[in-house]
């Protein structure tokens, strides 16, 4: 009983398993085994190949741009600004005023050297806390080593009435947006 076993596992028994035997003709061998080896290292070299000349190809393709944000600033509803107010908005460096006239915008960005600026409420003034530049709260210059005034900003209503300040487009001083 065991030799019938012991046959049975080693060696093919009938026409079925001598047609199984013949498609492996190499047996395990360990020289299958280094081929096989070889054979997954090229494969493998072959994928890294083509992974690396698709990651040059699509870098190379990409558009080398820089993407800023928009200099179009929605500054929201006139009515929220209280009369004769001026109102920094240190994330995007600008003054929102509120005058007699009407709304104008200023840069609050020092003509000096570009520290941002503050409103000094019990003064009236614009302040530069850098190196003592003074504004007027039309960006005109009261003293110190700032060569230029604050500029004024593009300011006009959107279609929804909110106040839009293009920072990037200066307008001559007294072009006031009246609502
Ligand atoms: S940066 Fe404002 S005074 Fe120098």
């Given at each position: 009983m065991a030799d019938e076993t012991k046959k049975n596992t080693t060696e093919p028994a009938g026409p079925r398993d001598a047609r199984l035997w013949s498609l492996d003709p190499?047996?395990?061998t360990p020289e299958m085994s280094r081929r096989q080896f070889f054979i997954k290292l090229g494969v493998g070299s072959l994928v890294v190949a083509g992974a690396g000349t698709a990651l040059f190809a699509y870098q190379y393709l990409s558009p080398n741009v820089l993407y800023e944000p928009s200099?179009?600033?929605?500054?929201?509803?006139?009515?929220?600004y209280p009369a004769e107010s001026v109102t920094l908005d240190p994330a995007t460096g600008i003054y929102v005023v509120r005058a007699a006239e009407g709304f104008y915008a200023l840069s609050a960005?020092?003509?000096?050297?570009?520290c941002l600026t503050a409103f000094k409420p019990e003064q009236g003034i614009i302040a530069c806390p850098c190196h003592g530049s003074k504004f007027r709260r039309?960006?005109?210059?009261?003293?110190?080593?700032?060569?230029?005034?604050?500029p004024w900003l593009r300011v006009w209503l959107s279609d929804e009435g909110d106040l839009m300040v293009d920072r990037s487009t200066v307008v001559p001083e007294r072009q006031y947006v009246r609502v």
């Open positions: 190499e047996p395990d200099p179009v600033v929605d500054a929201g509803k006139p009515d929220q960005v020092c003509t000096h050297l570009g039309d960006g005109t210059k009261i003293e110190g080593p700032a060569p230029k005034p604050l």
